[in-house]
């Protein structure tokens, strides 16, 4: 928590601002129960209503100060608190920007939506309160526990005794508070998983019938949920009671002692009454300390949840002194490359030695699983290799900027992904300032042009988060045109024409090898149709290479090639 408070420095100003304005207010506090004693000692007994008017009129004057004070410090809390929330959202989301795939799997995509916006909105909360009452409530308590002294030392000994058990009382809800409101930080987590999980795969669950499934297991989380969060409330609102019989049955010992006093003529009525209300102020400071027990508990919970997120080193860092590529624009070499994945008991990909050039085109084909996304998901350094390395442009990839790097790719996924906006706003995601004839020209090359036309309000005609109001085949040809427009040296194409048909497929091919004639293309296919024009074709099995050549060579050397190219014939014909 306190690592996260440290955003609060740029706030030094307004947070001084805050104190002095709370420390008026406190000291209006402190000053009215004693006016007030005057008022019945003086004013009242000796029936001067001149003098009751003034120090009344003063009074009034002292708490419209106070209330200006305390609404302006308000202002500023809320101010502060908000701006606090922002940066801390922002740092947190710039962090896991440059997280690999590697630390997202670790924490998990629901978990770190909800960090990013519960937690964070847990801890602004506390920074809110505790500008307004963690200075207030001290203060008043200090103020109000001198002041109880000065008026009569020897009835101030109840709050002495007092303030211990209401300390023991605290200590105990908070303790049990802790835990659960951490439990239940993970259950929202739980819940998140679940909506988030139900809300994207709506389709599969419907053509599942696992609706019902999906409604109980909805059902149990919330219920979960609801479970805990009732307990810690339970557990937090015993608090308040707990705090107001300890206040009533002080106030019933300080009347009962101060009558005793007034009784013997060591006290007057106006002291016993300024003092009813010190003690008041004391156990109301205390009381305000205890609301934000309800808050620190679920916020160091949180702080620490977002500190975990914060304290993760990305596996991939900058080099210290990047190196500028010089050599040949587009060239790629895999020198006897191994990686696996984190807890994987196999190297998903082992000993890949290969170069691919400009001008060329080099297909990665075999089976599912065999490594063929792992193997081009290395060259934009989406993960690091464990042994051997990769050059591009001559320069190993993990000494050079990565901004640099990914900056020669045009990275065409397995799973098109497009964002909500219009057509043209997701072509020029990787070139803001691409014309419309770019964006068009590239289209044309994706076969999108068509579809795109059709469409109402063709090249503005917005796109649905994820892309959803397209079709799979039409989705990938626009990621295929948005990765075009960028012209990049190098292109990989992960799969991205598995979801067109042959004679779509076939035209876009043919344009491709027309655009792409000096770019250094990657093509990861499953159909042999996709791959057999290419100059030199890389057959995968179990993560290891098993065969280079043109497609003529692999079939008279490769079995596994002949194995798929034979499957598929088999399969066209029996088609
Ligand atoms: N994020 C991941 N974490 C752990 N293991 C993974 C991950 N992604 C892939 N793997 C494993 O690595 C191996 C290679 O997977 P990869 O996705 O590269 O295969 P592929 O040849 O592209 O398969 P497909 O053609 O089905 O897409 C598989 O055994 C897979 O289970």
Redesign the pocket.
Known sequence: MKELLKGLRPHRVSVACIVFLIFLQCLSTVYLPHQMSDIVDIGIVHGDVPYILRVGGLMLGVSVAAAVCSITAGFLSSRVAASFGRTLRSKVFRHVENFT?HEF?QIGTSSLITRTTNDIAQVQQLVNMMLRLMIRAPLTAIGGIMMAFYTDATLAIVVVVVMPILGLVIYLVYSRGITMFRAMQKKMDKLNRVVRENLTGIRVIRSFNRIEYEQERFHQANFDLTNTATKVNQTMASLTPAMMIILNFSTIAIVWFGGIRIDHGDMQIGSLMAFIQYVTQILFSIMMVSMMFFVIPRATASAARINEVLHMVPEIQEPHQPVQPTGEKGTIAFEDVTFS?PG?EHP?IEHISFQAKPGQVTAII?G????????VSLIPRFYDVDAGRILVDGVDIRDMSQQVLRQKIGFVP?RAVLFSGTVADNLRYGKEDATDEEIRHAADIAQATSFILEMEDGFEAHLDQGGMNVSGGQKQRLSIARALVRRPEIYVFD?SFSALDFKTEAKLQAALRQELQEATVIV?A?RVSTVMDADQIIV?DA?QVVGIGRHRELLDTCQVYQEIVSSQLAEEETA
């Open positions: 795939l799997d994945y994987a998903a075999g599912t699983g065999s490594g063929k996304s792992t193997l397995q799969d990861v499953q995968l993560g």
